[in-house]
């Protein structure tokens, strides 16, 4: 079993919708959380990045992260199609350098 | 500019050939990092360093080397390529939050 585990998609989604994509993981010592955006054929990008359990929103995206259920979750409101592209959800165990662990990716296509 | 720099970032070679990968980063972060990505198989931790004397092996360090020749540059080398070293290569850095940022990447194919 992955450490972590990430629907890899596709998901396609009319423009305007919300968007949900979500990640499980393993490992209960993870703390710190993170959300990357990949376009086709680029560098992940960083997103989000949160500590423990809560939300934290920056313009039209929502961090959430449930530490009771292993699961963690980045919303997107009023999805354009820029917005397409594949999503890795990744985390560790503490900051500074320590292992991060990426999840495969989840493709997401946001249709004019 | 972009704070990390990644050369070639398109290259062909042949098995047994050896292949270097350089990495530049203007972010003044100590930390650097290695990665291969191949579908399905997500984001694999090659080499990192937390500075220019301190060099780590990652998950699958075997087949590859690296060289940190200052702060900012870190090249990652394949000594006689395989087939199976195709792939996506990307370099990185990270803040002091353990956050991470990516180059580019180089796509590699050996045949």
């Known amino acids: 079993q992955k450490e972590v585990e990430q629907d890899p998609g596709p998901l396609s989604v009319p423009e305007g919708a919300i968007v949900s994509l979500n990640c499980t993981y393993s490992?209960?010592?993870?703390?710190?959380f993170m959300w990357y955006r990949q376009y086709s054929r680029k560098g992940p990008e960083l997103l989000m990045y949160t500590y423990s359990s809560g939300n934290k929103e920056d313009g039209r995206f929502t961090a959430q992260v449930d530490k009771s259920s292993k699961y963690i979750s980045l919303f997107i409101r009023d999805s354009q199609p820029s917005d397409s592209a594949t999503y890795l959800c990744?985390?560790?165990?503490?900051?500074?350098?320590?292992?991060?662990?990426f999840g495969t990716g989840t493709k997401l296509q946001v249709i004019p | 500019d972009a704070d990390v720099t990644q050369t070639p970032r398109n290259r062909i070679t042949k098995t047994g050939k050896r292949i270097m990968l350089e990495c530049s980063q203007t972010k003044g972060h100590d930390r650097m990092y290695w990665y291969r990505q191949d579908p399905g198989l997500g984001l694999q931790l090659i080499y990192y360093s937390f500075d220019v004397k301190d060099i780590n092996k990652g998950e699958i360090s075997d087949g590859y080397s690296v060289s940190r020749q200052a702060q900012a540059k870190f090249s990652l080398s394949l000594e006689s390529a395989i087939p199976n070293q195709t792939a996506l290569y990307f370099c990185?850095?990270?803040?002091?939050?353990?956050?991470?940022?990516f180059g580019p990447g180089t796509r590699l194919t050996v045949t």
């Open positions: 990185a850095t990270s803040g002091e939050r353990g956050e991470q940022y």
């Open positions: 990744a985390m560790s165990v503490s900051g500074g350098y320590q292992k991060v662990t």
């Open positions: 490992n209960s010592a993870f703390q710190y």
